[in-house]
């Protein structure tokens, strides 16, 4: 049996087991989406597994980009082929001429390690670092996570009823203001707090999404 198995691993070594393909990087949509032509010439569309750019309308987005464009655009590229999203792209970790793109995103202060969804736990090191040396968007004294950002988009259109009726009945809006605020221990109360994530659109609030903000006043 012994003999057997190290037949198989010399017949087909560890390489040719993965889901590695190659292709050369023709487009950068962010700074974590790259079209890549693979080798049947086909166009395929990569998101960056670990990470997590700055949206396009963000403070940095559009350096994230340009700084993605500097790692890979029009370099071979190996992708590390770990599936698809439900937007139907390909997820991937890529090297484009022997660099880790997803890496020195983060290490370029140009991404956040996406912890909801990480696994290679380094990225969490480069993250740090960058932030020490305040680099790229940690250069901003408050930089807002994209996953905040986007969450904050969506709830500027469709607020929460119930918490929308505690407001105008706890906290009339002429007793408030979006004056700077961005945190709990800033709230008087309960009711600013609900102001400030419904009227302001201060997602960061509402750390869990359940629609309280500041659960430390407000349960």
């Known amino acids: 049996m012994k003999k057997l198995v190290l037949t198989v691993a010399l017949l087909f ?14 487009g950068i949509s962010d700074g974590d989406t790259v079209k890549v032509l693979n080798a049947k010439n086909q166009q395929v569309k990569i998101r960056l597994v670990e990470i997590d750019a700055p949206e396009s309308k963000q403070a940095f987005g559009t350096q994230s980009k340009q700084s993605l464009a500097d790692i890979c655009f029009r370099k071979s590229v190996v992708v590390d082929d770990r599936g698809t999203d439900k937007y139907k792209r390909t997820l991937g970790r890529l090297k484009c001429d022997g660099v880790d793109a997803n890496a020195e995103q983060v290490r370029r202060g140009m991404a956040w390690a996406y912890r909801q969804y990480l696994t290679d736990q380094s990225i969490i090191g480069l993250e740090d670092a960058a932030k020490a ?10 930089p807002i996570p994209p996953w905040e950002f986007r969450h904050g988009s969506k709830a500027t259109k469709t607020i929460n009823q119930s918490i929308k009726k505690s407001v105008s009945t706890t906290a009339p809006s002429s007793g408030f203001e979006c004056s700077g605020k961005s945190r709990c221990g800033q709230m008087s109360n309960c009711a600013e707090a609900n102001f400030y994530l419904n009227k302001c659109g201060l997602s960061r609030l509402d750390r869990d999404h359940d629609g309280v903000p500041c659960e430390s006043i407000c349960r």
């Open 13 to 26: 070594p560890l390489s040719a087991l993965s889901n590695e393909w190659t292709g050369t990087v023709i």
């Open 133 to 142: 040396g305040k680099l790229g968007l940690w250069a901003d004294a408050n």
